[in-house]
C-alpha cells in the first residue's frame, strides 16, 4: 500500500456555504470545456500550459459591435488592431468579417500585406516609420495617420524626392476629461498643435489629408470621454473644411472599449461595471449625427477596437504543479504557467476555474506561476477549492495582448489551438523548442563548445 502523505496541520477557517460580499453564496464554477472541447483532452493532445482561442466568440464578438454601430451611423469601417493579437489566424478571422488592418510597426504592416489586405486597407499608426516604411505605404496608398512634426516633415520630404501622393491623417491627442491625459501621441487639441499640423499638410504639394484620426485612451470607462472626442474631432473636420475647402473623409475613434475583465483594485466585477459596446457607439454616433454635417457629407467612422472584441475569445489551461503552505498559513498553489505568459495578469484579476470537480469546501489561495522571480503571481487571492497536483485549471478572458506581449523568460511559449467554428481545434501556434530559441544566437568561434 501506497504511504500517505502526512503534512503538519494548521488550524484556519475555512469558508463555507458564506456569503461573500455580494450577499449571494460563493458557489464553485467548474469548466470542464471550451465550446464543448474536454480541458483534459486539450491538454492530453497539446500539453500544458495551452492557450485556446474560440473562433466562433471572435465572431459573435465582432458580429455584435459592428451591429451596435451600424444600426446607429450609415458609414462604419473596423480595422483589427494587430498589436493586440497578431496571430495570423485571428487576424484573418476579423478580415473574413470584414475589418481592415490596423498597425503600428513595420513588421505589423508586413504581416498585414501578407494576410492578404490590400494596402488601401492598412491604417498605418505609430511614431516608429522609417523612411522605407513610409514610402512603402504611399506607394501602397495605405493611410497613414502621422504622429509627430518630425514625421511629417520627413513625409513631405519623401514625397516630393519619390513623387509619392501620401493619403494621410493627422493623429489628434485632447483633453477628454481622462486623467492621467494620453498626450504623447499625435497632436495636441487644445493648444493648437493640430491646427498647425494641418496647414503643414495641406499647403504640402503633395500630401492628401483624407482622415483625422484619435485614441483616447484603453480600457475606458466613461463612454462620457468618446462623446467629447467625437466633438472635437467633428469640429476640427468642420474648420479645416471651411478654412481650407477640403472633405476630411473620416473621423477614427481608434480603439480603448474595455473587455469584462476586473481591473486589479476593482470591488466589483467588470463584467457588472464596464459600460457596453452599446453606450460608447450612442456617445459617439449621437455627436457626429448631431453635429450638422450634410447627410451625404458624412465622415465615414473608424473604429479600431482591440480587446473588446477578442479578450473572452481567449482561455489559458494550465495543471498544478504543487500546494504550499506559506509562512503566515495561507494556502498557495504553483501552476505551470506564470506572468511570463499571463502578461495582463499585471492589470486584471482573472476569473479562474477549476476543470474538475474539487468538493464543496473553499480556501483563499494565492497562485503562483512556476518562474523563479518574486513577482510572478497570477492571482494575489483567488477562492478556489482544495487543488491536487495534476488538477486543472481555466484562466478565462485572456484573448487579448497576452499572445503579443508575453516573454520568452524562463520558460518557453506554450501551444495555442484555435477551436472553429464547429468546435474543431487547429493548432495555430507551436510551442516554442530549445532549438527555435537559439536559431537567432550566434556563438563566436572562442566561445564554441568547451572540449
Ligand atoms: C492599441 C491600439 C488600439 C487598440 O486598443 P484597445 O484598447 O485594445 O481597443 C487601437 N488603436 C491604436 C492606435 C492603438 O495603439
Known amino acids: 500500500m501506497e504511504k500517505l502523505r502526512y503534512e ?6 475555512l469558508n463555507v456555504g458564506f456569503v461573500n460580499k455580494f450577499g449571494t453564496q460563493a458557489k464553485n464554477e467548474v469548466v470542464t470545456n471550451i465550446e464543448g472541447v474536454g480541458v483534459k483532452e486539450l491538454i492530453k493532445e497539446y500539453g500544458s500550459p495551452l492557450f485556446v482561442i474560440s473562433e466562433k466568440q471572435i465572431r459573435r ?7 451596435v454601430f451600424k444600426t446607429r451611423y450609415p458609414k462604419v469601417q473596423f480595422a483589427w488592431s494587430y498589436k493586440t493579437n497578431y496571430l495570423n489566424a485571428v487576424c484573418n478571422v476579423f478580415h473574413q468579417e470584414g ?13 498585414a500585406l501578407a494576410n492578404g489586405v490590400p494596402g488601401s486597407k492598412i491604417i498605418f499608426n505609430g511614431p516608429d516609420k522609417t523612411d522605407d516604411q513610409l514610402i512603402n505605404a504611399s506607394r501602397n496608398n495605405s493611410l497613414i495617420h502621422i504622429d509627430h512634426f518630425d514625421e511629417l516633415y520627413t513625409l513631405i520630404k519623401l514625397s516630393e524626392e519619390f513623387h509619392l501622393k501620401p493619403r494621410v491623417a493627422i493623429r489628434v491627442n485632447m483633453d477628454t476629461g481622462i486623467y492621467p491625459k494620453w498626450d504623447r501621441f499625435g497632436f495636441n487639441y487644445e493648444n493648437g498643435q493640430v491646427w498647425t499640423a494641418a496647414s503643414r499638410i495641406l499647403n504640402s504639394e503633395n500630401l492628401n489629408l483624407v482622415g483625422l484620426h484619435c485614441h483616447i485612451g484603453t480600457f475606458m470607462m466613461e463612454s462620457s470621454a468618446y462623446a467629447i472626442a467625437a466633438s472635437k474631432m467633428c469640429q476640427l473636420s468642420w474648420d479645416i473644411s471651411e478654412k481650407f475647402g477640403i472633405h476630411i473623409q473620416y473621423l477614427d475613434l481608434g480603439g480603448g472599449f474595455p473587455s469584462t475583465n476586473t481591473l486589479k483594485g476593482s470591488y466589483l466585477p467588470g463584467t457588472d461595471t464596464v459600460p457596453t459596446i452599446d453606450q460608447f457607439a450612442d456617445a459617439i454616433t449621437d455627436v457626429i449625427l448631431g453635429f450638422g454635417f450634410r447627410q451625404e457629407e458624412l465622415p465615414l467612422l473608424i473604429l479600431e477596437t482591440g480587446r473588446a472584441l477578442i479578450d473572452d475569445a481567449g482561455f489559458l489551461l494550465g495543471t498544478v504543479l504543487a500546494n504550499k503552505r506559506l509562512s503566515d498559513g495561507r494556502s498557495s498553489t504553483i501552476m505551470d504557467f506564470g506572468v ?12 479562474v476555474t477549476p476543470a474538475q ?20 503571481v497570477i492571482r494575489e487571492n483567488v477562492l478556489l477549492p482544495l487543488l491536487k497536483k495534476g488538477d486543472q485549471l481555466v484562466v478565462h478572458k485572456v484573448g487579448a495582448y497576452n499572445m503579443t506581449q508575453w516573454m520568452q523568460f524562463i520558460t518557453l511559449r506554450p501551444n495555442i489551438v484555435l477551436l472553429d467554428q464547429s468546435s474543431h481545434p487547429h493548432l495555430i501556434r507551436k510551442a516554442e523548442t530549445l532549438d527555435y530559441l537559439e536559431s537567432v544566437e550566434i556563438v563566436p568561434n572562442h566561445l564554441s563548445k568547451n572540449q
Open 8 to 13: 503538519r496541520p494548521i488550524i484556519k477557517k
Open 61 to 67: 464578438n465582432y458580429q455584435h459591435a459592428s451591429r
Open 99 to 111: 475589418s481592415w488592418a490596423e498597425v503600428v510597426s513595420g513588421f505589423e504592416y508586413e504581416k
Open 340 to 351: 511570463n505568459s499571463l502578461f495582463t495578469s499585471f492589470w486584471y484579476d482573472h476569473k
Open 357 to 376: 470537480e474539487g468538493g464543496q469546501y473553499t480556501e483563499e489561495t494565492v497562485l503562483f506561476g512556476p518562474l523563479c522571480m518574486n513577482i510572478d
